[in-house]
């Protein structure tokens, strides 16, 4: 079974900066596709950014140009670096990995951005 920690999650304000974390155990993590998901208080669960084990990237139009995904294998770890942030991108964050038959989620890390 896949369990996943994020961490890196904080208070900043507008325009600042902020690297997330997602800590995989598992022996599948490598060949697994993994994304980044936020939900804000009262809104649904949305996708921000994936990956798959192949490395190509795909995010949300509201954070294009802004974050970056990346994932370190050896280290069974994907990173999410989010610059120019802004209040709207508060959100509980979470990493997920997709498997089959059912994907696993993290314990969420909180990000909120101030005016």
């Known amino acids: 079974q896949v369990q996943l920690v994020e961490s890196g999650g904080g208070l900043v304000q507008a325009g600042e900066s902020l690297r997330l974390s997602c800590a995989a155990s598992?022996?599948?993590?490598?060949?697994?596709?993994m994304g980044w998901y936020r939900q804000a208080p009262g809104k649904q669960r949305e996708l921000v950014a994936e990956i798959t084990s192949g490395g190509w990237t795909n995010y949300a139009d509201s954070v294009k140009g802004r974050f970056t995904l990346s994932r370190d294998n050896a280290k069974n770890a994907v990173y999410l670096q989010m610059n120019s942030l802004k209040p709207e991108d508060t959100a509980v964050y979470y990493c997920k990995v997709y498997q089959t038959p059912r994907s696993y989620w993290g314990q969420g890390t909180q990000v909120t951005v101030s005016s």
């Open positions: 598992g022996s599948i993590f490598s060949r697994s596709d």
